[in-house]
């Protein structure tokens, strides 16, 4: 159950994400809103934001889904993102792992203390997300600092 709500939350945010890259588009179109570049900008910082949301909730929910079928029934200790699709090698010695939601993680914890992650997924989902959200940070910023510079061109102008 909690697998179909992660994946309809990515893709609601990916739906979001363009729609409002297809908002970003519409501004090259002529009858397009004035003052366009602060409408350019927040469209856009809305378009990167729905997209760090949609990167997000699937690793969100990825950690989730693991984190819950540690546990439950029988055979689900340790972890099953930790034994499956590893070498027994690579599993020998498992003790516990460790999540996070923030950066995502799940990682294998053997009895010696080293550490290996379940997925390398997590890696670039932290990166894009991440990404994303600093780009909209930016873009947010930029929208405003435009609408300022516009405002004060407006009161200097007679």
């Not at 909690?2 to 501004?27: D, E, N, P, S, Y």
């Not at 693991?66 to 070498?87: L, V, Y």
Request: glycine fraction near 10%; charge should be neutral.
């Amino acid at each position: 159950m909690r697998v179909i709500i992660g994946l309809g939350l990515f893709l609601a945010c990916g739906v979001g994400a363009l729609i409002a890259l297809a908002g970003v588009a519409a501004m090259a179109l002529p009858g397009r809103p004035e003052p366009w570049t602060r409408h350019l900008l927040r469209r856009a910082a809305a378009a990167t934001a729905w997209a760090a949301a949609a990167v997000y909730s699937l690793g969100f929910f990825a950690v989730l889904s693991s984190e819950q079928a540690f546990g439950n029934g029988a055979d689900s200790t340790p972890a099953p993102a930790c034994r499956d699709g590893f070498s027994p090698e690579e599993k020998e010695g498992l003790s516990h792992h460790r999540s996070s939601y923030l950066p995502l993680r799940f990682d294998c914890v053997r009895d010696d203390g080293t550490v290996y992650s379940s997925s390398p997924a997590y890696v670039w989902m932290n990166w894009t997300a991440a990404s994303f959200a600093l780009t909209t940070a930016v873009l947010a910023i930029g929208g405003g600092y435009a609408s300022e510079l516009r405002a004060r061109k407006a009161e200097v102008a007679p």
